[in-house]
Protein backbone atom coordinates (compact mmCIF):
# COMPACT_ATOMS: atom_id res chain seq x y z
CA UNK A 1 0.00 0.00 0.00
CA UNK A 2 2.97 2.43 0.78
CA UNK A 3 4.73 1.83 -2.56
CA UNK A 4 1.34 2.73 -4.36
CA UNK A 5 0.58 5.63 -2.62
CA UNK A 6 3.88 6.86 -3.13
CA UNK A 7 3.47 6.34 -6.69
CA UNK A 8 0.65 8.36 -6.97
CA UNK A 9 2.46 11.20 -4.98
CA UNK A 10 1.36 10.69 -1.63
CA UNK A 11 3.09 10.07 1.78
CA UNK A 12 1.26 8.36 4.41
CA UNK A 13 1.24 9.55 8.02
CA UNK A 14 0.04 6.81 10.40
CA UNK A 15 -1.12 8.95 13.70
CA UNK A 16 -0.18 8.33 17.20
CA UNK A 17 1.79 4.95 17.13
CA UNK A 18 2.33 5.29 20.38
CA UNK A 19 -1.34 4.27 21.56
CA UNK A 20 -1.35 1.61 19.13
CA UNK A 21 -1.35 -1.64 20.81
CA UNK A 22 -0.01 -3.58 17.69
CA UNK A 23 2.57 -1.11 16.92
CA UNK A 24 3.24 -1.49 20.97
CA UNK A 25 3.91 -5.06 20.85
CA UNK A 26 6.21 -5.14 17.65
CA UNK A 27 7.71 -1.94 16.89
CA UNK A 28 9.20 -3.22 14.08
CA UNK A 29 5.93 -2.65 12.05
CA UNK A 30 6.79 0.87 12.89
CA UNK A 31 9.93 0.79 11.88
CA UNK A 32 9.46 -0.98 8.25
CA UNK A 33 6.30 1.65 7.79
CA UNK A 34 9.13 4.16 8.27
CA UNK A 35 12.13 3.11 6.45
CA UNK A 36 9.53 2.06 3.41
CA UNK A 37 8.76 5.54 2.96
CA UNK A 38 5.47 6.34 5.49
CA UNK A 39 5.77 8.81 7.90
CA UNK A 40 4.61 9.04 11.92
CA UNK A 41 3.20 11.49 14.05
CA UNK A 42 3.16 11.42 17.95
CA UNK A 43 0.72 12.75 20.04
CA UNK A 44 1.32 16.02 22.20
CA UNK A 45 -0.59 14.94 25.37
CA UNK A 46 1.56 11.65 24.74
CA UNK A 47 4.62 13.61 25.16
CA UNK A 48 3.96 15.12 28.11
CA UNK A 49 2.72 12.33 29.68
CA UNK A 50 -1.29 12.28 29.78
CA UNK A 51 -1.97 9.02 28.60
CA UNK A 52 0.27 7.57 31.26
CA UNK A 53 3.89 6.39 32.04
CA UNK A 54 4.26 3.90 29.18
CA UNK A 55 2.83 5.85 26.43
CA UNK A 56 5.05 8.97 27.15
CA UNK A 57 8.30 6.16 27.20
CA UNK A 58 7.12 4.56 23.72
CA UNK A 59 6.86 8.31 22.49
CA UNK A 60 9.62 9.63 23.91
CA UNK A 61 11.49 6.36 22.56
CA UNK A 62 10.21 6.71 18.97
CA UNK A 63 11.01 10.18 18.92
CA UNK A 64 14.41 8.45 20.18
CA UNK A 65 14.42 6.48 17.03
CA UNK A 66 13.57 9.08 14.68
CA UNK A 67 10.63 7.64 13.83
CA UNK A 68 8.14 10.29 14.31
CA UNK A 69 8.07 13.23 12.16
CA UNK A 70 5.60 15.34 13.20
CA UNK A 71 3.49 16.31 16.53
CA UNK A 72 -0.03 17.09 16.98
CA UNK A 73 -2.58 17.79 19.11
CA UNK A 74 -5.32 15.12 18.63
CA UNK A 75 -7.57 17.75 20.03
CA UNK A 76 -10.03 17.06 17.70
CA UNK A 77 -13.82 17.65 19.35
CA UNK A 78 -12.99 16.46 22.36
CA UNK A 79 -13.96 17.74 25.29
CA UNK A 80 -11.91 16.54 27.35
CA UNK A 81 -8.04 16.68 25.52
CA UNK A 82 -6.31 19.42 25.89
CA UNK A 83 -4.18 21.31 22.85
CA UNK A 84 -0.58 20.82 25.14
CA UNK A 85 1.58 21.44 22.06
CA UNK A 86 3.70 24.02 24.02
CA UNK A 87 4.04 21.42 26.42
CA UNK A 88 4.95 18.73 24.15
CA UNK A 89 7.52 21.17 22.25
CA UNK A 90 9.15 21.85 25.62
CA UNK A 91 9.19 18.09 26.16
CA UNK A 92 11.13 17.57 22.86
CA UNK A 93 13.65 20.43 23.56
CA UNK A 94 14.48 18.21 27.07
CA UNK A 95 14.99 15.64 25.04
CA UNK A 96 17.33 17.36 22.43
CA UNK A 97 17.46 20.96 21.67
CA UNK A 98 17.56 20.18 17.82
CA UNK A 99 14.11 18.61 18.11
CA UNK A 100 11.74 21.61 18.33
CA UNK A 101 12.65 23.23 15.29
CA UNK A 102 13.22 19.73 13.56
CA UNK A 103 9.74 19.11 14.44
CA UNK A 104 8.41 22.66 13.26
CA UNK A 105 10.46 22.16 10.25
CA UNK A 106 8.82 18.53 9.07
CA UNK A 107 5.05 20.12 10.05
CA UNK A 108 5.37 22.64 8.11
CA UNK A 109 6.93 20.96 5.59
CA UNK A 110 4.05 18.16 5.25
CA UNK A 111 1.58 20.79 5.43
CA UNK A 112 3.32 22.75 2.18
CA UNK A 113 3.61 19.34 0.22
CA UNK A 114 7.37 19.77 0.89
CA UNK A 115 9.92 16.71 1.23
CA UNK A 116 10.99 15.85 5.21
CA UNK A 117 14.28 15.48 5.60
CA UNK A 118 14.87 11.57 6.70
CA UNK A 119 17.20 11.05 9.90
CA UNK A 120 18.58 7.75 10.18
CA UNK A 121 16.10 5.48 12.21
CA UNK A 122 16.71 2.91 14.68
CA UNK A 123 14.41 -0.19 15.72
CA UNK A 124 13.32 0.88 19.20
CA UNK A 125 15.06 -1.45 21.81
CA UNK A 126 13.39 -3.69 24.26
CA UNK A 127 13.12 -4.49 27.56
CA UNK A 128 12.82 -7.57 30.06
CA UNK A 129 9.43 -6.74 31.50
CA UNK A 130 8.22 -4.04 28.91
CA UNK A 131 9.42 -3.37 25.56
CA UNK A 132 10.41 0.22 26.51
CA UNK A 133 12.20 1.22 29.62
Given at each position: ???QLSCEGIT??????????????????????????????????????????????????????????????????????????????????????????????????????????????????????????
Open positions: MIFPVIAHPERNAQIIAEPQRLYKFVDDGGLAQVTATSLVGAFGEQVQRTAKEFVKCGLVQVVASDAHTLKNRGFAMTKAYQVLNEMDSRYPERFATNARNLLNGDKIKARRIEVPRKQRKHWLS
